[in-house]
């Protein structure tokens, strides 16, 4: 199954509002009052006006004196439904993050252009601009996206400076897009490979959590840690990253960095196949072929093989002359017509 070497973008985390001043706090009320009056379109808004266009403030304190800077910083890696979410809590939210919802839509006409859908020519260049664009206007979706341009172009040291900016706003595809260029890139720098790529497992990306594991089990850039490899892995493999899902069966299978569990083996390797891992399918395929289950055993072996995996060929071939041996030339075109139809479950890249 082929993969991408970067990773799509993903959903971020669902909105949340935290507390950040208490009734007592008279002198950074006051402060923070300041700045919201500096900013606001109309100079001559007072508390009252303010209050009548959001909630009002509780033992926690309003949100809406919030400083804008603050609240570009929290919301640049927002995803659009979020970001929607966040522009109805009040009319000073709303206004402050504008800039954010323009970026939404130039990273939109950025996807068109760079893939050529949505009824306009692929133009890399009009999709890096867009992308750029965007990234001014503070969302950390869009710096990551013109850093895939830019990468892709060869331009590595501003795909890095941009995944760095990202990274540092909190965005966890630019943690994990820096980790990875700082493997790639020449010199290397293992050390903020690491750093990027621990801080971005644990905001909880899994394809970070994946290539942490990597890193952990080959002894790639550090020193080998199987017990650590395995569990990052099996965190990636719960969230849906199917190469994890892979590995972990093997580990499981061998009884590496964690103890041997032929079962736990099986139902790894399974999810891994039924999600399209066509590894993962011929060695299921074979499993069930030395117990005796030719019929599910064929489709298996049949979709690796479609997969790209050679070794699969001589086995389906003699699971297909037992087949017709036993069950007549039906089984085998019945074999055939599911693997036609057979669709993988969908996969966290």
Not at 98 to 126: Q, T
Not at 224 to 253: D, F, H, P, Q
Request: aromatic share 8%.
């Amino acid at each position: 199954m082929k993969q991408r070497t970067w990773p799509c973008r993903s959903e971020g985390s669902r909105f949340s509002s935290l507390s950040f001043l208490k009734p007592h706090d008279k002198d950074k009320r006051s402060r923070i009052s300041s700045i919201n009056k500096a900013t606001a379109k109309s100079s001559t808004s007072s508390r009252s006006s303010s209050s009548s266009s959001c909630p009002p403030s509780n033992e926690f304190g309003d949100f809406s004196m919030l400083p804008y800077d603050i609240l570009m910083k929290i919301a640049a890696p927002f995803s659009h439904p979020n970001l929607q979410a966040a522009s109805l809590v009040c009319k000073s939210w709303r206004d402050a993050l504008k800039p954010l919802r323009e970026s939404m839509l130039l990273i939109r006409w950025g996807k068109k252009y760079k893939h050529g859908r949505g009824g306009v020519r692929a133009n890399l260049d009009k999709a890096l601009d867009s992308f750029l664009k965007g990234a001014m206007r503070g969302s950390t979706l869009a710096m990551v996206d013109a850093g895939l341009v830019y990468w892709e172009r060869g331009e590595k040291e501003k795909a890095v400076n941009l995944y760095r900016r990202a990274s540092e706003l909190g965005d966890a595809v630019g943690q994990c897009n820096l980790g990875i260029a700082y493997l790639q890139v020449q010199p290397s720098n293992p050390k903020e490979a690491m750093k990027w790529l621990k801080q971005s497992a644990e905001n909880g990306y899994v394809r970070a959590q994946y290539q942490l594991a990597l890193c952990l089990h080959h002894g790639r850039v550090v020193q080998t840690n199987l017990l650590e490899a395995t569990k990052w892995y099996l965190k990636a493999a719960e969230g849906g990253y199917v190469r994890a899902m892979y590995n972990i069966s093997l580990c499981y299978s061998v009884g590496e960095g964690l103890p041997q569990n032929r079962k736990l083996a099986r139902k790894w390797m399974k999810r891994a196949a039924d999600h399209g891992h066509s590894k993962a399918q011929f060695e299921h395929g074979l499993a069930l072929f030395s117990e005796g289950e030719m019929l599910k055993s064929v489709l298996y072996l049949e979709l690796a093989e479609r997969g790209g995996e050679a070794a699969a060929t001589p086995v389906k071939e003699v699971v297909h002359q037992q087949l017709s041996a036993t069950f007549g030339g039906q089984a085998v075109h019945h074999a055939i017509h599911q693997a036609n139809n057979w669709r993988p479950l969908p996969v966290t890249r």
